[in-house]
């Protein structure tokens, strides 16, 4: 009986959390309890997270609610805009926020990912989800001081694994997935030239060449914000570390 009442409890917790972010487009995205080796930053005032739940997206429900009410001249305008919607849900919840891209140093957020939900490594380096494919991001974690009971993780098998001819590695024209790495620069250097318009217009051709989850496959000014913002990236010295979900 208490195990039921505690399950209702976290069902209506996680409820509570997509009714506040579904208007953004943003859902709970699983969670984990947190190991000494999982690198969580400590909470406010020092104590330790006991529980951790992702927040992310998938297709293109985000950047709609996005395009619509943000601010495109601010600098970092997403950004802005997530820690707003991400920073309301929390405080509903009495979670801390920690964003992935709020370093130097930065949150292995993809590690995080995948204790959260089965999240596998594609040939390319984005992380695959079985049902959206290469069409998804996590935006933020929640840090929570007790240990919650959480859902199961699943144990979906890569979609990759069954994919025989990996088509993602054969289309790109700037040859930048090697076999250990991910060349930037070379990427760079074709989206800024005329033969790359239709990488940065419409987005890397390796991502749009995977078959899984296609329904969720990102609009095109979508593809052209985040294109931009990988080129940013790499001309401010950044680089682009090989899987960073966008």
Known sequence: MRQQEESRKITAMIDHLNDILRPAGLFVRGGFHPEPDDDIPDLPGGGRAGTVVLIGNAGADMWRAFSIAADMSARNPLDKWLRTKIDSAAGAV???????????????????????????????????????????????????????????????????????????????????????????????????????????VGGCLARRACPVGREYLYVPDQQKFHTAAMLRAVRSGYGLEIGAES
């Not at 994919?163 to 993602?168: E, I, L, P, Y």
Request: glycine content about 8%.
């Open 94 to 200: 009495g979670a801390h926020v920690v964003l992935p891209n709020s370093g130097p140093p930065f949150v292995p957020i993809q590690e995080w990912a995948a204790r959260a939900e089965p999240l596998y490594r594609s040939p390319i380096g984005i992380m695959i989800h079985s049902e959206f494919g290469l069409w998804h991001a996590y935006r933020a974690a929640l840090l929570f001081p007790g240990r919650i009971a959480l859902p199961s993780r699943g144990s979906d098998d890569s979609p990759c694994d069954t994919c025989a001819g990996k088509s993602c590695l054969k289309v790109c024209p700037a040859d930048a997935f090697l076999t250990d790495r991910f060349d930037a620069s070379a990427c760079a250097a074709h989206l800024d030239s005329h033969a790359g318009t239709n990488c940065r």
